[in-house]
């Protein structure tokens, strides 16, 4: 069983940042590939980044394109999301998931990945 804990949330002001974390506990993390996901009250949950298991493939919601960075360090089991220029629509509880893809440079959002955290909150507002 894979556990992932999420942390870096936060309140922000518009224009701010926040790098978020998603600790894995398990020594084969570099197996899986990770995906960050979000979800605001009232709102589907909607996939924001992930990142391949080899770490060489990363893909980005259009709504974040250019304001978000996602990286792994598999020393470390974590995988990052770097949040900058952050917007009152990015608000919502941020989940991170897990995922063995066979082929390991894949990264998809539109998945249901097996495991995932318990979600931190971001909420961004002045």
């Known amino acids: 069983q894979l556990q992932l804990v999420e942390s870096g949330g936060g309140l922000v002001q518009p224009g701010g940042s926040l790098r978020l974390s998603c600790a894995a506990s398990?020594?084969?993390?570099?197996?899986?590939?990770i995906g960050w996901f979000r979800q605001a009250p009232g709102k589907e949950r909607e996939g924001v980044s992930c990142?391949?298991?080899?770490?060489?493939?990363?893909n980005y919601a259009d709504s974040v394109k250019g304001r978000f960075t996602i990286s792994r360090d598999n020393a470390k089991n974590t995988v990052y999301l770097q949040m900058n220029s952050l917007k009152p629509e990015d608000t919502a509880v941020y989940y991170c998931?897990?995922?063995?893809?066979?082929?390991?440079?894949?990264?998809?959002?539109?998945?249901?990945?097996?495991?995932w955290g318990q979600g931190t909150q971001v909420t961004v507002s002045s």
């Open positions: 998931a897990a995922h063995p893809f066979t082929d390991r440079t894949m990264c998809v959002l539109n998945y249901e990945y097996n495991y």
């Open positions: 398990r020594l084969t993390f570099d197996y899986y590939a």
């Open positions: 990142i391949s298991s080899s770490g060489g493939s990363t």
